[in-house]
């Protein structure tokens, strides 16, 4: 297997983001050290991801104990030209529907 293959294996669809607000939609009180391992990332990048999502109004994040509680606002559109006719809450029904 070349260089070039391994490039190829390690690519996905869905960028860091897409997959933290999955594990979001899942678990309302994962912590950063749970979402960084399923999405394999650090725990620092996952907090960035997050107080992005938080200033851009997507995110709310409030205390709940020791444990931070995340309630996503499905109805944001998505920010990107190509799919901003969607909502989040329609690009997460469609990465939970089965096949």
């Known amino acids: 297997m070349g260089q070039t293959d391994k490039k190829i ?13 999955v594990c979001l939609i899942h678990t309302p009180q994962p912590t950063t050290r749970n979402i960084a ?8 990048a996952v907090q960035r991801i997050i107080k992005k999502m938080v200033e ?7 205390k709940y104990g020791r444990r931070n509680r995340y309630e996503l606002d499905l109805d944001q559109q998505l920010r990107h030209p190509l799919e901003s006719h969607k909502t989040i809450g329609e690009f997460l029904q469609l990465m939970n529907d089965p096949c």
């Open 9 to 21: 294996e390690n690519w996905t669809f869905f960028s860091n983001n897409a997959h933290v607000l």
């Open 56 to 62: 851009a109004g997507v995110l709310k994040v409030s």
């Open 37 to 44: 391992v399923q999405v394999g990332i650090t725990e620092r």
